[in-house]
C-alpha cells in the first residue's frame, strides 16, 4: 500500500507557472512508477507525465516542453513543475503510483485527492 497527499495547486494567468508535489507514505516508495493525471469538468481523466523507479520520464504530447516531472527520493516526494500554462491545462490534477505506469486510469491502483489547478486567460 502507498498513500499519496498532492499540494501546490492554485489559480495563475496564462503564461504562467505552479509547482505540484505528491509525497508518498506508507510502502516502498522507491519501487513504484508514478505520475501525474488531469480530469477537466466533462472530460476524461487523461495522463500528464511520469517517472519510473530508475528515473526515465514520460509526458503526454500535450505538456511536452512546458512540464518537467521529477523526484526526490530522500523525500518520498514527486513534483511536476508545470510552466508556460494555458487555459486548457485548467483541472483537477491527480498524483497516481502504481508497480507500472499506464497511460489509462484503469490501470492505476493508487491515487491521490487532487489539486486543483486553474488557468485564467
Known amino acids: 500500500q502507498i498513500q499519496l497527499t498532492e499540494s501546490g495547486g492554485g489559480s495563475v494567468q496564462t503564461g504562467g507557472s505552479l509547482r505540484l508535489s505528491c509525497a508518498a507514505s506508507?510502502?516502498?516508495?522507491?519501487?513504484?512508477?508514478m505520475g501525474w493525471f488531469r480530469q477537466a469538468p466533462g472530460s476524461k481523466r487523461e495522463g500528464v507525465a511520469a517517472i519510473d523507479s530508475d528515473g526515465t520520464t514520460n509526458y503526454a504530447d500535450s505538456v511536452k516542453g512546458r512540464f518537467t516531472i521529477s523526484k526526490d527520493n530522500a523525500k518520498n516526494t514527486v513534483y511536476l513543475q508545470m510552466d508556460s500554462l494555458k487555459p486548457e491545462d485548467t483541472a483537477m490534477y491527480y498524483c497516481?503510483?502504481?508497480?507500472?505506469?499506464?497511460?489509462?486510469?484503469?490501470?492505476?491502483?493508487?491515487w491521490g485527492q487532487g489539486t486543483q489547478v486553474t488557468v485564467s486567460s
Open positions: 497516481a503510483a502504481d508497480f507500472a505506469w499506464g497511460w489509462s486510469p484503469d490501470l492505476i491502483n493508487y
Open positions: 506508507g510502502s516502498t516508495y522507491r519501487t513504484y512508477s
